[in-house]
Structure formats: structure tokens, C-alpha cells
């Protein structure tokens, strides 16, 4: 129930497509999603994040799509460049006492240029 | 500069030996977090404090310690109870609300040889 699952496990796009990444969860008291990028030998970073009370947000090239009835939400990187390979986690988190992130496996993105 | 400072950033330790992972912040955050990193893992939570000379187990505590006597410090020991303790290491501080951003340092890489 504190799972979160992404999909898929590594992604390799050209230069200017469109990259599409998937997580999963079941538990329906997560109410904040987060998107993390990391490059390697780096901490992560928060990229952009959505509450459940909106369908979709989109922060310049990088968009997330929510959908809170089939319990899934998903990152979209348009137009998507080299500088953008990096590994990219999904994560949720409680509104409880602990605020703790749950994260996913996490989805490692290649830009061929 | 405001930000979370590890170190030191590679680590190498003996079997049966403890050691101690530093991390830093100036953000004046109140809540500090240990996660541990492995491939194709995502990041799995170890420790966190959401107030000083507080602080609670994770989903992965057994063989680490913490402590939490100052504000800005939240030092990570890996004792020799943990089992398989090769990883690289992050923590991150945030102001303590669910919907805040958690920043991550720049990482330690702990290599048992």
C-alpha cells in the first residue's frame, strides 16, 4: 500500500520527442506528488510536483498528468534534449505526522542527439 | 550559500569497522532526512528528524544510528550490524511540510572493501 511503482525502468529518446514517464500507487491517502531529477554522482532535485485536486501541470517543457480514479500519474518531458538524461523519481507522500516521500525505482533517460 | 553540505563524498571502510557520515544544512529547516541509494532501487528512507534531539526510524534502520543535537547537523553511523552497507547516501532537509520541497546534498559513497 505504500508502494509506489514507475515504469519503465530505463528510456531512450531522440533528440526533440517526447519522453513519458509512469508511476503507480495504491494508496489513496497520498496527496502530493513529487518528480525528482538526478544526474549522476548528484543528489536528487525537485523538478515540479502536483496536488490531487488538479488533473494536470506543466512547468515549461516538463508536464504531469494525473489521474486520481485509475490511481496513476506520469511526467511528459516535450521536446526533450540531450541535457535532460538524467534518472528521474516519482514520489507521494502523506499528509501525516511524518511527511515522509515514498519514492519509486526510478527511470533512467537517455537523449540521443 | 545557502544549501546541505555531505562528506565526505567517497568512504571507504573495513568490514567491522563503524563510520559516520556527515551532513550539514544552512537552510534553517527543521526536518532532516537519511536515505540510502541503491541501483535500481530508487532511494529508500533510513532516518529522520523533524525536530532537534527528536528523531525516528525509517524503513531501513537496522545497522545505523543517528543523532540529532543541533539544528543544522544530522550526522548518519553505519555500525558493523549493517549487513550490506555499500551505497551511496543522501540526506535532505526541508522546512517540514508535506508539501515542501526536501533538498538533497550531494551524496556520500560508502564502499566496504
Known amino acids: 500500500q505504500q508502494q509506489v511503482k514507475q515504469s519503465p525502468q530505463s528510456l531512450i529518446v531522440q533528440k526533440g520527442g517526447i519522453s513519458i514517464i509512469n508511476c503507480a500507487y495504491e494508496?489513496?491517502?497520498?496527496?502530493?506528488f513529487p518528480w525528482y531529477q538526478q544526474f549522476p554522482g548528484k543528489g536528487p532535485a525537485l523538478l515540479i510536483a502536483i496536488r490531487p485536486d488538479v488533473s494536470e501541470k506543466k512547468e515549461g517543457r516538463f508536464t504531469i498528468s494525473f489521474n486520481k480514479s485509475a490511481k496513476q500519474f506520469s511526467l511528459h518531458i516535450m521536446d526533450s534534449q540531450p541535457g535532460d538524461s538524467a534518472t528521474y523519481f516519482c514520489a507521494a507522500s502523506i499528509k501525516d505526522s511524518s511527511y515522509k516521500l515514498i519514492f519509486g525505482s526510478g527511470t533512467r533517460l537517455l537523449v540521443r542527439p | 550559500d545557502g544549501g546541505i553540505t555531505q562528506s565526505p563524498k567517497y568512504l571507504f571502510r573495513k568490514e567491522g569497522q563503524n563510520v559516520t557520515l556527515s551532513c550539514e544544512q544552512n537552510?534553517?529547516?527543521?526536518?532532516m532526512y537519511w536515505y540510502r541509494q541503491d541501483p535500481g532501487q530508487g532511494l529508500r528512507l533510513i532516518y529522520y528528524s523533524q525536530i532537534v534531539n527528536d528523531f525516528q526510524k525509517g524503513d531501513i534502520a537496522e545497522g545505523y544510528s543517528v543523532s540529532r543535537e543541533k539544528k543544522e547537523s544530522f550526522p548518519l553511523t553505519v555500525t558493523s550490524a549493517q549487513k550490506n552497507p555499500t551505497a551511496f547516501y543522501l540526506c535532505?532537509?526541508?522546512?517540514?511540510?508535506?508539501?515542501?520541497?526536501?533538498?538533497f546534498g550531494p551524496g556520500t559513497r560508502l564502499t566496504v572493501l
Open positions: 537552510l534553517n529547516h527543521d526536518a
Open positions: 535532505a532537509s526541508s522546512t517540514g511540510h508535506n508539501t515542501d520541497t526536501q533538498y
Open positions: 494508496n489513496t491517502a497520498f496527496d502530493y
